[in-house]
């Protein structure tokens, strides 16, 4: 079977700009609300760190439309604590408990007939909190001395664990030179234009909640906030609204208020929403994790990494809310980069400070690793007076090496990385800004060139998070790994095509490269096919892995439809076959027409064949036998080969496919006001197959714009009491378009063998 249309791999025009644009958008707060809705609004904690005396409620309570609060009494009776991946005690509530552990910490939830009246009776809520000493600080979390958050636990350290790959010691015993660099992430964050939110109802009639939300993955925490709410899966439906105003990640924070949502319903037996505005979003919702990491190598003569030393210690605020650790340990297989180095040794400490309990933002893992990383390539370069592309080139797995097992485990699908720096280069824009650093130091000026390399890691295995635990828990617990896709695609009567997806898209496009992808597999035009994200848990077909993060779409979700689709087309094929009197492999599915190979006359419009299966299944028994499969629908499962559980060593392959990125930068620093200019940005990528050039570059310019906030602009900062100093976007600063400019991309395709379309992810590589 052919087809003879190809939207595959050309830059389509965006089906989901036109309504975007006119004000069209479906977005949380533009859904109509259940009759009797109430709205919420939470009393949060003004200090990082105090025992909780007494929460006044009365006053509240007494302003006319207000309806209900609900308190941590109510929250213990009706819920349990959040699970956490790592064995402790420490117990999360939703609201709460005893103490309070960072500013902004939900301690009450005003439930009232309006935003506003909520706002005011929060206002009246009397709090008596007796300040406790705060710790903002990792390494002074570390100290025998630290005020400790925790007291069940007994430290601020909930999980120190070692790890080590090959024969790290021996590697710096035999190295002519240890290089070693001390490296501090700070936190940082996402702001996207639409913050979190969500409208829960409680069904006394069945015990059940029902929930809309702007999650960007509510599956993969399903299960978490149902355990939360004591009600199993089956209880707690859950929507996905259909356009979501940006994630990057930082959505998974929402996790919390959709459970407080359904108890606040529960406590009002009314409907209840909750919109969060922008100062709770930055004050309390999530950042990105800091870490403080110490990174040793062990370099030959020649600039030949040997092995490697990690001690990383991660910041993952006040608590440990699902799914972190996952920050720290998404990059756990693929720490060693794109470099060959056997020999590695890894310490890490997960810490808890009086800060926002931290979560996932774009890329999670990766900045934190490659700004590590790739300082200490070029340390190394600068120690033996070479360029940072000679000491990556001699480092780097080579082509024919491919798939290629790193040391903690991951399994790099496939790449070019010499070829990417041939292509950096020869570049006319690397050329100019080596000319313009060189006309720069003749003039006295300061301008530099930055240079990194990473692989990306896409389609995350869920077992990767696993390595937290011993060998031993997990041996207990059971192996967990996979990542598990779904997506169902149907044919209507008149020829029409529909597509359910569980991707939740954030903006990126997702409709339009479905709708090329089926308008390819069925030779049909685009605009012939709907493609439906706004999920719902009771009736669509979901796993735990289906959401939107780590740049799953391409690698996993699309190739799922394509896996759905030509199962469904191989249907069609067989009956149309029958019909024409022909083999199905002679058949052309092109034009809006199945038609035969090498006779033009010989044809039946794609429409009939599909309505005779809803109008007349009876032909295609006939045809095919009473065994045919009559339906036009098909579901498909898949998840990739390759991610396997966690062996006895720690090893984890943690993505299906690992892209690649070589960026350089020109920059110049004025000396007087240390501002920063970029001159100049280039990027190569290598994500695979290339569904839509178009949408690719689009998350480039994201990812790169996110990026250039966070190296230069943007930074969580916390006064020596744990006070919130950067509150406000006077105070968090957001890159703009003049700080950006516009990157030159190169793209390089190595299609990867583990997934159906040989696509990667691409939309947190730089």
Request: net charge negative.
């Amino acid at each position: 079977m052919k087809t003879g249309s190809n939207y595959i791999g050309k830059a389509c025009e965006r089906l989901e700009d036109n309504a975007l644009l006119t004000g069209g958008g479906r977005y949380l707060d533009d859904l109509p609300l259940p009759v009797g809705t109430l709205y919420a609004a939470i009393v949060r904690s003004p200090i990082a760190h105090g025992k909780i005396i007494s929460v006044d409620i009365a006053s509240a309570l007494e302003l006319k439309g207000v309806r209900a609060i609900l308190t941590i009494d109510d929250v213990k009776a009706w819920s349990n604590p959040l699970v956490v991946a790592v064995k402790t005690p420490m117990r999360q509530w939703v609201l709460a408990h005893e103490y309070v552990r960072y500013v902004g910490e939900p301690i009450a939830v005003v439930i009232a007939e309006s935003r506003a009246l909520a706002e005011d009776g929060v206002e009246k809520v009397v709090l008596d909190i007796q300040p406790l000493p705060a710790v903002v600080d990792v390494d002074a979390a570390l100290e025998d001395a630290a005020v400790v958050l925790h007291k069940d636990i007994g430290s601020n350290c909930v999980l120190d664990r070692s790890h080590q790959y090959g024969e790290p010691d021996e590697a710096f015993k035999k190295a002519a030179s240890i290089v070693e660099v001390d490296i501090r992430y700070p936190r940082n964050s996402c702001t996207p234009i639409e913050t979190g939110g969500v409208i829960a109802q409680w069904r006394g009639a069945d015990s059940s909640y029902e929930v809309t939300s702007n999650f960007m993955g509510p599956f993969s925490l399903h299960v978490v906030m149902a355990a939360a709410l004591k009600v199993p899966g089956t209880k707690l439906r859950h929507h996905v609204s259909p356009d979501s105003g940006g994630s990057f990640g930082v959505k998974q924070s929402v996790l919390p208020y959709v459970i407080m949502s359904c108890l606040a319903s529960r406590k009002a037996g009314a409907p209840v929403k909750f919109i969060e505005d922008r100062l709770e979003h930055l004050q309390a919702a999530t950042s990105a994790t800091s870490r403080h990491t110490h990174l040793r190598a062990a370099v030959d003569a020649d600039g030949k990494i040997l092995g490697l030393d990690y001690d990383q210690i991660e910041d993952c605020g006040a608590y440990l809310r699902a799914p972190e650790p996952a920050t720290l340990y998404r990059m756990h297989g693929c720490v060693t980069g794109p470099y060959q180095i056997p020999n590695l040794k890894i310490r890490n400490r997960v810490v808890l400070i009086n800060k926002t309990p931290t979560g996932l933002v774009r890329g999670f893992g990766g900045p934190q690793v490659y700004y590590a990383l790739e300082r200490l390539i070029q340390k190394i370069a600068k120690t033996l007076g070479k360029t940072h592309q000679e000491i990556a080139a001699l480092n780097y797995v080579q082509k024919d090496q491919f798939p290629y097992r790193a040391a903690a485990g991951a399994l790099l699908d496939s790449g070019d990385y010499q070829q990417a720096i041939k292509t950096l280069e020869s570049s006319p824009e690397f050329r100019k800004i080596l000319d313009r650093r060189e006309q720069a130091r003749k003039e006295g000026r300061y301008y530099g060139i930055g240079i990194a390399s990473i692989v990306e890691p896409s389609v995350s295995n869920m077992g990767y998070i696993t390595t937290v635990l011993t060998k031993e828990q997990r041996a207990k617990a059971g192996p967990k790994n996979g990542a598990i896709t779904s997506a169902t695609v149907s044919v209507d009567p008149s020829g029409n095509i529909s597509a359910n997806i569980a991707s939740a898209p954030a903006g990126q496009g997702h409709q339009t490269v479905i709708s090329q992808l089926l308008a390819d597999v069925f030779g049909v035009l685009p605009s012939q096919i709907q493609v439906n994200v706004d999920f719902d848990t009771a009736k669509d077909a979901w796993s735990i892995a289906a959401g939107n993060y780590s740049s799953r779409f391409a690698g996993a979700v699309a190739g799922t439809v394509f896996l759905a689709a030509e199962k469904l087309k191989a249907r069609i094929a067989n009956y149309a076959a029958h019909v024409l009197k022909v083999k199905p492999e002679q058949l052309i599915f092109a034009n809006g027409n199945i038609s035969v190979a090498d006779d033009e006359g010989a044809g039946i419009p794609f429409s009939r064949i599909c309505g005779n299966f809803h109008w007349s299944p009876g032909l295609v028994k006939e045809a095919l036998g009473n065994q045919a499969t009559l339906a036009l629908q098909e579901t498909q499962f898949w998840s990739a080969e390759v991610l396997e559980a966690p062996d006895e060593d720690d090893r984890i392959n943690t993505s299906a496919a690992y892209g690649f990125a070589l960026d350089a930068c020109g920059i110049e620093i004025d000396p007087e006001t240390c501002s920063a200019k970029i001159d100049q940005y280039i990027t190569v990528h290598d994500a695979g197959k290339i569904l839509n050039p178009s949408l690719a570059d689009g998350q480039i310019y994201g990812a790169y714009a996110q990026a250039v906030g966070a190296a230069l602009f943007e930074e969580f900062v916390y006064g020596s009491d744990g006070n919130f100093l950067s509150g406000t976007f006077a105070d968090y600063r957001l890159p703009t378009a003049s700080d950006i400019g516009i990157p030159k991309i190169y793209h390089q395709e190595s299609p990867s063998p583990f997934t159906p379309l040989g696509a990667k992810g691409i939309g947190e590589g730089n």
